[in-house]
Every structure is written in C-alpha cells, then in structure tokens.
C-alpha cells in the first residue's frame, strides 16, 4: 500500500490571536480581519515596532499545550488506551518561556527544553515515543513529515503532533533590531509596498493515524495528508535562493509522495512572510514548479491575519488549510495594497473564494535554507 493511503488526521485544537478553538480560527482568516494589536504581555517602550497578534489572556505555555494536546485527543476520540500507544512530536522554540513555570513553594523544578515532550505527554496520558523540534519556522511542518514517514511504513499507528509559541520579549527583540518586523503594523504578502512581518501567538495539536488504525475505532478523518517534502537550498543564513530552488523541490517531492499532477493543486496557503526578499522568492519557486499556471492557482498567506508563529507556524497554517478546505472556502490574503511584479500570482485579496478542488498545498520555509511543503486533501 503506497505511503499516501495510510495518513489522517482525525482531531484538531489550535489557539490564536483570533481565539481558542477551530471555529474561531476559521472564522478570524475568512473574516480576514487581522488580530495585530499593541502588545501588553511586555514591555515595548523604545521597539520601533508595539503590535503582535496576542491572546489577551493566557497561561504557560506548557500548559497551553497540555490543553492543546488533551483538545485534539478528545477531538479524535482518543480513549486512555488509545492515548497510551501514541507519541508526542513538538514543535516549539525553546527559551525560558517556553518551560512550565517553577512551583511557588519550590520542590520538584520544570523541565529543560528537551525534556518538556516527555514531560506533556505525561501530562497528556501519551506513552508512545517523542521528539522535540526547534528547526526555527519549519519545526512543526518537519514533525508532521517524519510522524507521516513513520506511520506510512508501518513504524507507527498515531502520532500527536504540538507545537507552540506565544510572543514573548527575546524573540521580538531580535526581530525588532533585525527590522524585520513591519513597522506600519500590517503584514502584507505579496503586495506592493510590504514591509516585513509581525509575530503571533500559536498553540495547536493535531492527532495524525494510519488509515488503518482510524478505520479500525470508526474515527473521524478531518482530512488527508497526502504528500510531505523537504528541502534546503544552502544559499544563505538568513535568505532564501532568490529563483526558490529549495522550496521548489520540497513541493516537488510532495506532488510525487502524493501521486498527484501540479494541475490538481487548488490553493496554496504560501509561507509569505510580508517581507520582499522571501516573498518573491516564493513567488519564484511557485513559478518553478507550476510554470504559466502559477498564476492561476488561488494563493493567500494566512500570517496576514494571525501572525508568524515562529516554530508553531507550520502546525497552524496546517489546521487552517484543513479547516477552510473542510468548509468549502478559501481565505483571504490580507493588508493588500497592489499587486509587485516580483509575485506574478493569483492572491486573494477581495473576499474568500470556494475551494475548486480538494487538494492543497501548506508551505513553510526557515533561516538556514529549510523549506517545507506539505499536500493536504479534504475528506
């Protein structure tokens, strides 16, 4: 049986700054509106830039992501026995924000980095294997290619995927002095006139099975993971090759996993930072793999809405694609403001468009050359 039959995904659960849960994320990138508001979690005073896309309320992040992983497994139907088989891959950044916060009467001290997979999934009832990623923007898109490699030859039967990450001061610093944070507040992929990203906060799960594991306990299918790609273009530390040469061939290699043609590709939702350089080069990679159709094929770039997300980006922009494929409509690509000759594509700009065909491309690309593509179907 090809590798593309054995994978589902049977259960969902994302927060944003556009909400907790799937509705409200779906709701928040068709309604287009973007959630990018002056930050309070921490200082700003002399940031060039003082807006994020944050929850207004939140907790650890640890515990955000128990909650996150404890939403997809009820999402899916997972029982305690069936929990018990599953392992744990995250995707998250790391830091001092990242770990659970220390018992106020001292005792038993939480976890390093490494470790903090192992810790939620015991938290979580998982006693399957686990992994933690830090592979900057392609953490999670990398954890859902090696569950959907390990499941599809048989290794595994289910494997839950996290990934977190909530603004916090360090890594705003670093991009605020970076300047690549948009300094009019927007973030605009594609168009004329962007001017880089802005960050937001991200905490999803999703429950990944053979189709032979889902078949056996009559578990939904929220959809398919038909084909995964990676690729790195070694062209710069923090550049991507301007003619897209890396992420052309991870969507490449996700078509041939998948057994699909370009042409049945009906939407990409594009790792468009809003910044000129990755932007264009997208753009180019599009051109690479789909040639005069590249221009055709309904393009957005959700962080337009709820932010980059860091390590958490992929997982989201995953659950997203899913969701407006699941409900028949495509989102929009906000903070528009004219088309760039450097990104010759279809955006959608005006107003959400229906889904033509089932099948979708979610892609992600990170600093040292990373880049990602993952090829979801609808049920």
Request: include cysteine; charged fraction near 15%.
């Amino acid at each position: 049986m090809a590798e593309r039959e054995h994978l589902r995904i049977t259960g969902v659960h994302a927060i944003s700054a556009l909400g907790r849960g799937g509705d409200a994320l779906l709701a928040g990138v068709l309604a287009g509106a973007p959630a990018f508001t002056p930050v309070r979690r921490f200082d700003t005073t002399g940031r060039r830039v003082t807006v994020a896309a944050t929850l207004p309320e939140v907790g650890t992040l640890a515990d955000e992501l128990t909650d996150a992983v404890d939403g997809a497994c009820r999402a899916a139907g997972l029982d305690r026995t069936h929990r018990a088989g599953a392992g744990l891959f995250l995707g998250t950044h790391g830091g001092p924000h990242s770990l659970p916060a220390r018992p106020a009467g001292g005792g038993d001290t939480a976890p390093e980095v490494p470790a903090l997979a192992g810790h939620l999934a015991h938290r979580c009832g998982l006693g399957g294997r686990t992994r933690t990623y830090t592979t900057a923007c392609v953490s999670a898109s990398t954890a859902v290619a090696d569950a959907a490699t390990l499941i599809g030859r048989g290794d595994l039967d289910r494997v839950v995927v996290a990934a977190g990450y909530l603004v916090e001061p360090d890594q705003y610093a670093l991009f605020d002095a970076g300047r690549a944070l948009a300094a009019d507040g927007a973030v605009r992929p594609f168009s004329a006139g962007r001017r880089g990203l802005l960050l937001g906060d991200a905490v999803v799960a999703v429950v990944l099975e053979s189709a032979r594991a889902a078949a056996a306990r009559d578990a939904p299918t929220v959809a398919t993971v038909a084909g995964w790609g990676r690729a790195g273009d070694a062209y710069h530390p923090c550049q991507p090759h301007p003619e897209g040469h890396g992420l052309a061939r991870a969507v490449e290699a996700a078509l041939r996993r998948a057994g699909l043609p370009p042409a049945a590709v009906g939407y990409v939702n594009a790792n468009a930072t809003g910044t000129p350089y990755s932007d264009a080069s997208e753009a180019a990679a599009l051109g690479r793999v789909f040639g005069a159709a590249a221009g055709r094929i309904p393009v957005s770039s959700t962080k337009s809405v709820h932010g980059h997300a860091l390590e958490a980006s992929g997982l989201l922009e995953l659950v997203v694609t899913v969701l407006t494929l699941g409900h028949g409509k495509l989102p929009v690509n906000a903070g528009w403001l004219g088309p760039d000759d450097s990104c010759p594509l279809d955006v959608i700009t005006d107003a959400p468009r229906p889904a033509r065909t089932p099948h979708a491309l979610t892609l992600n690309a990170a600093f040292g050359g990373a880049n990602t593509a993952l090829l979801v179907s609808a049920p």
